[in-house]
């Protein structure tokens, strides 16, 4: 099985790991450079993206996960993860960084506040057997996107799946549902880079 890393500095960090193993990859906790260097690929979770843009500076794993990316390891983010892989954030608040990897702009906190999260299905480009529940919670869209960019799903209007190359991202939390087909896409993914 590929060694797939969940970024384990604030976040969902648990429920990723169970949607991976679930997804047939051995999923690890990534804290440190030394173990993001033992992956064949990451996911960013939900959370707070200020936070964990902080945090990763803080334990001098910014620049790593930077060259990881492009390098092109496989790295899938979920709603705070999606923010971190954007190359611009329309409304960052300070000492906001990003990892960039995917040539889009986002908006934070886009639907609305908390108590505006919401479930819905959404149907994802390359996911079979109907709509995945998605579950926005403070969830950012994607404002606009680069040529390189393919749109993955779409809901209101606004762009909330997308992938460039090695970089997997949603606006909302497969990870909480119990259903693991987009896990499972981005192992395939992990599996055909490795
Ligand atoms: N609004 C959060 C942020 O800006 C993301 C929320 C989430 O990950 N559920 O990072």
């Given at each position: 099985n590929p060694v797939v890393g969940v970024l384990?500095?604030?976040?969902?960090v648990r429920e990723h790991l169970i949607a991976l193993a679930v997804a047939d990859a051995t999923a690890r906790e990534v804290r440190r450079p030394e173990e993001l260097a033992e992956v064949d690929g990451l996911v960013i979770p939900g959370g707070e993206s200020t936070t964990i843009s902080k945090l990763a500076s803080l334990f001098g794993l910014l620049e790593p996960l930077r060259t990881r990316i492009a390098d092109g390891m496989p790295v899938y983010g979920t709603c705070a993860g999606l923010i971190l892989l954007?190359?611009?954030?329309?409304d960052p608040r300070s000492g906001q960084e990003t990892l960039g990897g995917i040539d889009m702009i986002v908006r934070r906190n886009a639907f609305g506040r908390q108590n505006e999260s919401f479930e819905t299905g959404v149907d994802i480009e390359g996911v079979e057997g109907g709509p995945v529940e998605g579950v926005f919670i403070r969830a950012p869209w994607v404002e606009s996107v680069g040529a390189q960019v393919e749109v993955l799903a779409e809901h209101g209007g606004h762009i909330v799946a997308v992938r460039q190359d090695n970089a997997l991202a949603t606006?909302?939390?497969?990870?909480?549902?119990?259903?693991?087909r987009v896990h499972a896409m981005f192992v395939d993914m992990v599996r055909a880079a490795s």
């Open positions: 384990a500095l604030q976040g969902d954007a190359d611009k954030i329309l606006s909302f939390h497969p990870e909480l549902t119990g259903d693991h």
